[in-house]
């Protein structure tokens, strides 16, 4: 049995599927969190929150990592962590550096900040001589301007430390920079109380379909688990509407998708200890990064990947963490595809009705997850406003896409939001 140090948490599917995948493998966990209630708050009605399981719950301020180091120090003799684990962006660049403060497995501190600091990640592939979108990153608005005018419109502007695609929008004209940018500088603090860094990037928009590319690497190799695709929506927002994994494309563009991948991880450093999730676009030009995550896929994609493979890509998570070989073994589970596709709304108000309970009972349905009526919906602009929703697997081919979209369709006829 081992012991992880667990460092805060998304409070999604995943701070589900870790706590999980810790016990599954035996081990036990610590969790180290600023404000309990954040996990208290999304805990299901009447059940407490898995991250709640753990052996010890300690509040600490994780966002001072000056104090946290040495407490985390001191906390290590007495505990005996094995590990360091999170599945929050935000706190990835801290476990990094707690790894490496008390000797246990993980990537570099270096390689993690600059995959998570997507103006850094820019600059490490570029430098790589990795193909890749013009950009620019400033802080001021005539430095902005000037940079998009350089650039061309349309363009993308993103914060360079935010996520779930907060803020990310494209941009036509120096009118709809101006209002991006305004929008952006409105919100200096991240929902972890962390102090945004005001940088803007600006990147040339690239065309084409994107995918993201399912990695474990683990004693130097990064193992491809696969490549998934992505349906994205709600322009000028990047909302991402949908994945099937295995992607339905050709061995040449899955072979394009991962080179790009095994190239931007290499440049980062990341190829020891960590789970990957890189995103591509397939451009008319050839495959460019968008971004490289160092870890489990978000919105439901690992378990896309189990219910076609049988890999558990949380379970390897724990895995690398404790530097033992993760098990990438494929099984035959009786799916040839699994898809996923979310309700995203488009105006806002309060949910009046969504029902989508007989769904459940439907051959080929995996999972169904909805809103309740009175919930109070905001029109998207990120992944984080979805109202739910549905999975499905097909036992013969890439038909499970198709499948969501017709659920997905049929809800939203009966959907109402007042």
Known sequence: MAH????????????????????EGGHEFTFLTRDL?????????????????????????TNDLDALLPEVERLHPVLGFDGV?????????????????????????????????KDATRRVLADAGLPGPRFAVHEEWADLARAAQEIGYPLVVKPVDLCAGMFVRRVDDESQLADAVRALNAFPVNARGQRRTPAVLLEEFLDGPEVSVETVSYAGAVHMVGVTDKSIGAAPAFVETG????????????????????????????????VAHTEIKLTSAGPRVVEVNPRPAGNRITELVRHVTGIDLAAACVDVALGRRPDLRRTDTGLRSAAIGFLVPERAGTLETLDGHQLTHLPGVLEVQLAEPGKVVKAA??????????????????????????????????????
């Open 4 to 23: 992880l140090l667990v460092v805060e948490s998304w409070v999604g599917s995943m701070s589900r599927l870790l706590p999980r995948a810790i016990r």
């Open 37 to 61: 209630h954040h996990y208290l708050r999304s805990a299901p009605e009447g059940a407490a929150h898995p991250l709640l399981g753990a052996r010890n719950v300690i509040t600490t301020d």
């Open 85 to 117: 684990i999170t599945s929050c962006d935000y706190y990835l660049p801290t476990v990094a550096r707690i790894a490496g403060r008390l000797g246990l497995p993980g990537p570099g501190p270096e390689a993690v900040e600059n995959a998570c600091r």
């Open 243 to 274: 994945h099937m994994f295995p992607a339905a494309l050709s061995l040449a563009d899955i072979e394009a998708a991962e080179q790009t991948t095994l190239g931007a991880l290499k440049a980062l450093g990341l190829t020891d200890g960590v």
């Open 381 to 418: 602009g990120s992944n984080n406003e979805y109202l739910g929703h549905v999975m499905t697997g097909d036992p013969d081919g890439p038909g499970a896409r198709d499948r969501v979209e017709g659920l997905l369709a049929g809800l939203r006829a009966g959907l109402v939001i007042r």
